[in-house]
């Protein structure tokens, strides 16, 4: 529990300028913790080392932040969670987008609970609250990429599928 507490700071501190693109501009650390919600409320999950991982899921992608830094606070098992589900920057977006696809059957059942929390929460806020700017057809090419991520790590959590799989069914009648 220290540790995840330790890991909620360190998120906060680190996406403290952040803010979320949709119209309220919402603070970014509402994403990481939208992400335990639905791990521990919606999959059950109770492993820290997930729920810290999926605090911590953006900073080495969306800060300054470093590896070494997150293995001297929270050590291998976690650092390798967030690694796992973390894009290398310097690769173009369609690149990254493709890697998410052919990578993601291949990690580890952990990386896989962090990336399906972050595919339901990502549609979830699309669905209620896209991004400033996102008209239906980027909607929708957002919806059938995250479909194929999700397709890659199918047999991970039942019942965080089941709430992906409702979010696609609300999808199709977006207008």
Sequence with gaps: MNHFVQALAFAADKH??????????????NHPIDLVNVLVNQGGVVSWDVLCAALLHDVIEDTETTEEELLAHFGKKVTAIVKEVTDDKSLAKDVRKRLQVEHAPFASHEAKLVKLAD????????????????DLRRKQEYFAWSAAVVLGIRGTNSKMEKVFDDLMEQSKNMQ
């Design 16 to 29: 403290k300028n952040q803010r979320r693109k949709d119209a309220q501009i919402t603070p970014y650390i």
């Design 119 to 134: 595919k339901i929460c990502n549609v979830r806020d699309i669905l209620s609250s896209p991004p400033t700017g996102w």
